[in-house]
């Protein structure tokens, strides 16, 4: 069972002091009051956006393509010679869209 659910069930309902629930449970007081006053589930929030480690380094070549083929295409998306090359449409749609 999750240490923070022992813990507001010793204060709450058994009426244990946090004194107690810290030494039964061998954490210390703070952490007792923590899980006591803080009633959520609890959550994880980066504090930055992850690094996009494979496409990275070779974004501004993306859009800098994205800026001369702007206006290439046709308005179906198809170009002139019926084939695209490479993985480059992925690439493009990766970068469009953040991924």
Same mark, same amino acid.
Not at 16 to 29: D, F, N, P, T, V
Not at 57 to 65: G, R
Not at 85 to 96: D, F, K, L
């Given at each position: 069972?999750?240490? &923070?659910? @022992? @813990? %507001?069930?010793? *204060? #709450?309902?058994?009426? &244990? =002091? ?9 954490? +210390?007081?703070? $952490? /007792? %009051?923590?899980? @006591? *006053?803080?009633? +959520?589930?609890? $959550? *994880? !929030?980066? =504090?930055?956006?992850?690094? &996009?480690?494979?496409?990275?380094? #070779?974004?501004?070549? /993306? ?6 083929? =702007? +206006? ?5 998306? @198809?170009?002139?010679?019926? #084939? ?8 493009? !749609? %990766?970068?469009? $869209? +953040?991924?």
């Amino acid at each position: 069972m999750d240490q &923070k659910e @022992i @813990i %507001r069930r010793e *204060y #709450f309902l058994n009426r &244990k =002091s946090m004194r107690e629930i810290a030494k039964e449970l061998h954490h +210390g007081r703070a $952490t /007792i %009051r923590k899980a @006591i *006053y803080d009633a +959520g589930i609890p $959550t *994880y !929030t980066r =504090s930055a956006p992850a690094p &996009k480690r494979s496409i990275g380094p #070779f974004v501004e070549v /993306i859009q800098q393509w994205l800026q001369e083929d =702007s +206006g290439v295409l046709p308005s179906n998306g @198809i170009p002139p010679n019926g #084939f695209m090359h490479g993985s480059r449409p992925n690439t493009v !749609t %990766r970068v469009q $869209t +953040g991924r």
